[in-house]
């Protein structure tokens, strides 16, 4: 799952970053409000976690400007702003959840987690289909009642497309939510997941879409 961090204190971003890669997330980090306003406008994320207080552009700023776009990508907001009003600005203006600065990375990550599911239209922690059960806080994945040991990134292709279920998912958006900007994807990287996932998984979950991408139907096929 793709997240942009935008924070500029290096200490605490640098934190950020190390804790969110080991709970599975690709995280792009930047520092300067205009820059995160560009990279909004150009890139898909599933998740944004925002600071208020940025160089060059505030993070209100951000956060209306994103919602003006339409864009309803989740976004939580990072502040040592603590009044009811700071708080009541903010959700009115779009943000989806307020952790306070200093805050514990569990609570984060559980914060994260809640407003993926949110986002997908889920109540529920895990995910289930056709005999798959995945859990995203355990990061464990199950089928007919077996664990299944899946490498990272197979776990967050499956992620993506058992929470898009019935859509179409391109290569390269599978690429975008897999890597960040800097990574070296190799061309066939996400064809040998799909295959390895398969053999895991079984051949009939995911299907590919001739010259589109990759889809998990409906229980009813559609």
């Not at 309803?72 to 952790?99: C, H, I, K």
């Not at 809640?114 to 289909?129: C, D, K, M, N, Y």
């Not at 056709?130 to 299944?148: E, F, M, T």
């Amino acid at each position: 799952m793709r997240l942009l961090l935008v924070e500029d204190d290096e200490i605490l971003g640098d934190g950020l970053v190390a804790g969110l890669t080991m709970e599975g997330y690709v995280v792009d980090w930047l520092t300067h409000g205009k820059q995160a306003d560009e990279a909004l406008k150009l890139n898909s994320y599933e998740l944004i976690v925002l600071d208020l207080n940025l160089p060059g552009m505030q993070g209100m700023d951000i956060l209306r400007a994103l919602r003006a776009r339409k864009n309803e990508t989740p976004v939580m907001v990072l502040t040592a702003r603590d009044t009811v009003a700071d708080r009541v600005l903010g959700l009115d203006s779009g943000a989806d959840d307020f952790v306070i600065k200093p805050f514990e990375l569990d609570e984060v990550c559980a914060r994260l987690r809640a407003l993926a599911r949110r986002s997908e239209g889920r109540s529920v922690p895990t995910i289930e289909h056709k005999g798959v059960v995945l859990d995203p806080a355990a990061r464990q994945v199950s089928v007919d009642g077996d664990k299944v040991d899946l490498s990272q990134k197979e776990f967050e292709i499956l992620n993506f497309l058992l929470s898009n279920i019935g859509k179409v998912m391109s290569k390269a958006r599978l690429e975008e939510s897999l890597y960040s900007w800097n990574a070296d994807v190799e061309s066939n990287t996400v064809e040998v997941h799909i295959h390895h996932l398969r053999k895991k998984l079984g051949p009939a979950l995911i299907r590919t879409v001739r010259g589109v991408g990759y889809i998990i139907d409906h229980d009813d096929g559609q």
